[in-house]
Every structure is written in C-alpha cells, then in structure tokens.
C-alpha cells in the first residue's frame, strides 16, 4: 500500500536530532512559555521574514486570535464582514464567526483553486473590514490587485498559510505579505509538530502585543489581565520539534516539487485535471509547496476506488464545502456552483518529502492505465 501520508516515516527520518529536542526540553524541566518556544518564535520570524511571531496551540487559534485582537484594537466591532474563499477548509469561516464576525464567501478560479481577485470589488461594503486569503493546498494565493485592493479600500489583509509554510510570492515568503497570518504545525502539515500546534506571524508591534497577551488568558503579567482571553500556548515541546524540522523546510518542500513535477509531466490520462500552478516550471517555482496534489475527475469516485484497489491511499480535500455544512445551516440553500463542483471532483494524490520513485511511478502507470 502506498500511504496517502506516512508520518512514522517521515518523522523517523530525523528521529535521533528529534529525540535530542525532546530529551532536551524533559531535562530542562520547563514546559510551557520557555527558551524552546522563544527560539521557535525567533527562527521562524527570520525564515518567514517578519518581526513578530507568536506561538498559539493550533490553526484555528491562530486565527480567532488575529480577528480578537483586530476587535480588541478597534479595526473591526461585531457584524464587520470580511471577505473569505468559499472553497476552503472550514476553520478559516469559524474563526471570522466565533469572533461575531460576518464572512462574505467568494468563489475560488478553477485554474487554481484559490480565492479569484476579479471577484473581491463587486462584494466590498461599508461594513467590509478585511480580506482573508487561504493559501490552499500550499499555493501563495496573493497578488498585487489584491494588495491594491486592501489599500483601495483600507482593509486588513489576513493570510491563513495553514498549508503552505515556505511557500513565496515573488522574493517574499506568505505570511509576510499582509498585515497578519495564521499558521497550523498540525502534524501533517509540511511543517508538523508532533501535536497540534500554530503561530501568528506580523510585523505589528501593538498587534503582536495584544495577540500574545490573548493567548495566555489575556495576561501579559501573571494575575494581571487585560482582556477576557484564551488558554492558547505553543508547548516547549512542540516549539523544540519545530526547531528541528523548520532547519530541514526547504529542502523537503523542494522533494515535494520534484514530486508534482513528475506527476504533471507524466499523467497524461485526458479524463484527468491536473493542477495549473502559477508558472509551467514547477521545480522552480517557488510560490508552491504542493501541501497537496489535488487532481480533478468527473468520475472521482470510480477514481479513487480503483486507486485503492490497486493499492494507492488518496483523500478528498474537501467533500463538503462550509456553505454546505450543518454548522452553517443558514447558508445550506446558497449555490457556488466553483465550489460546488471542485468539491465533488477533487481528490488528492499521495506527495510527500520522502516518496520512493517506484511509488510515484505506480501511482502514474495506474492513472494513465484507467479507461475512463
């Protein structure tokens, strides 16, 4: 069986300098708010190409933070609306509306599965306050209109890079390109703690400083709080493993290229949808870490069973899209027919840093031996 994600494998490829970390974090007898995270926050900060990181448990957190904090400082009250893909993984929506928020879906550009900039004019209103940008599947989804826009119109640009650590636009990394981020170090991410996990990138200082307090019960010093916060913190042991693997980044999103770029150059199976990446010469374009390698197929069912029978683990990201969820019932009626369809072809094809080529060659011969 090839694996969609084999994280025993992939965790075991630096499991002695892991282990190292690990040991290091028990023998020092600090697990919480330590030396571990502050390193994490400092590395990750200068790889990212920004002032301020902060340490959250996970995704989501990061997130609700980010629109908290814009609540807390005045840019946004409750029943602002921000602007968010519609094809995307429902934590981007749940932290715009915990936080009694409005979010406005917008559909994807087939081509590329990310938020369509040609669509954001039409939909902003006095009560539009921000623009999040998910950067599906590990491809950077800002470009300039979309920065001129957010100037435009003075809106906050928020990046959900839950899926593309290290990913570029142009000579910038995302995370770096709005006025906030959200990052996931869920284990499967490219970059995965061994837990969950997640951070909060800026380059503003008063932001940052709220961001940090909201995460630790709204306290910058112990029994003071200043606001009404949460139990959000990046344990020291999480924070080491991130240490780790954050050193070995680069070089296994660029096995991942490697990876998308033989599949694009060999499956040539015509009831199949390859992804369209922002430039033909994928092994060099840095703007995608390929998180995923989502193909498309009206047939998708019959796809992935035969895939299986044949031995090839494939998933669906995502098969029911938020609009369509029971937690947004409000919503169920409303049609994004972009969405709509990318959720019922999608299915996503096993790419990870340490693929053997006999692997990615049998998961190749079996699509382009399918007779759809």
């Known amino acids: 069986m090839i694996k969609f994600l084999d994280l025993n494998e992939v965790n075991n490829k630096y499991s002695d300098v892991i282990k190292e970390a690990i040991n290091r974090v028990l023998d020092s007898g600090w697990y919480l708010l330590g030396e571990e995270t502050n390193s994490f926050e400092s590395e990750f900060s200068e790889f990212i190409g920004v002032k301020h990181t902060i340490g959250v448990a996970n995704g989501l957190d990061a997130l609700r933070i980010i629109f908290r904090a814009y609540l807390e400082l005045g840019y946004m009250s409750e029943g602002d609306e921000v602007i968010v893909p519609a094809n995307t993984y429902i934590a981007s929506i749940l932290a715009i509306s915990d936080n009694r928020l409005k979010p406005v879906?917008?559909?994807?550009?087939?081509?590329?599965?990310?938020?369509?900039?040609?669509?954001?004019?039409?939909?902003?209103?006095?009560?539009?306050?921000?623009?999040?940008?998910v950067h599906l599947y590990g491809q950077n989804a800002y470009c300039e209109k979309i920065g001129e826009i957010c100037k435009k119109y003075k809106l906050k640009l928020i990046e959900d890079c839950a899926q593309a650590q290290g990913a570029y636009f142009k000579d910038k990394r995302v995370g770096s390109l709005g006025d906030s981020a959200g990052f996931s170090f869920y284990p499967g991410k490219n970059l995965g703690a061994m837990g969950d996990a997640g951070a909060i990138t800026t380059n503003d200082d008063e932001f940052a400083?709220?961001?940090?307090?909201?995460?630790?019960?709204?306290?910058?010093?112990?029994?003071?709080?200043?606001?009404?916060?949460?139990?959000?913190?990046?344990?020291?042991?999480q924070a080491a493993i991130l240490r780790v693997k954050l050193k070995y980044l680069n070089k296994d999103n660029q096995n991942r290229r490697e990876v998308a770029q033989?599949?694009?150059?060999?499956?040539?199976?015509?009831?199949?949808?390859?992804?369209?990446?922002?430039?033909?010469?994928?092994?060099?374009?840095?703007?995608h870490v390929w998180h995923l390698f989502v193909i498309r197929s009206k047939e998708r069912d019959r796809l992935q069973k035969y895939l299986a029978e044949?031995?090839?683990?494939?998933?669906?990201?995502?098969?029911?899209?938020?609009?369509?969820?029971?937690?947004?019932?409000?919503?169920?009626?409303?049609?994004?027919?972009?969405?709509?369809?990318?959720?019922?072809?999608?299915?996503?094809?096993?790419?990870?840093?340490?693929?053997?080529?006999?692997?990615?060659n049998d998961v190749v011969d079996k699509i382009n031996n399918l007779d759809f």
Request: aromatic share 10%; proline share 7%.
């Open 105 to 133: 879906l917008v559909e994807p550009d087939i081509n590329t599965y990310n938020i369509n900039p040609d669509m954001l004019e039409a939909i902003i209103t006095e009560k539009t306050k921000a623009i999040l940008i």
């Open 209 to 237: 400083d709220v961001c940090r307090a909201l995460g630790n019960y709204g306290s910058h010093i112990k029994y003071e709080n200043i606001y009404k916060g949460y139990n959000s913190r990046l344990d020291e042991l």
């Open 262 to 287: 033989y599949y694009i150059d060999n499956i040539h199976n015509t009831g199949i949808v390859l992804p369209t990446p922002n430039s033909k010469l994928i092994t060099n374009n840095l703007s």
């Open 310 to 360: 044949n031995g090839i683990q494939t998933l669906i990201h995502y098969p029911i899209p938020p609009h369509k969820q029971l937690a947004y019932k409000e919503w169920n009626e409303l049609t994004y027919p972009i969405t709509e369809k990318v959720s019922r072809e999608v299915v996503s094809l096993p790419i990870n840093p340490i693929m053997f080529d006999y692997e990615i």
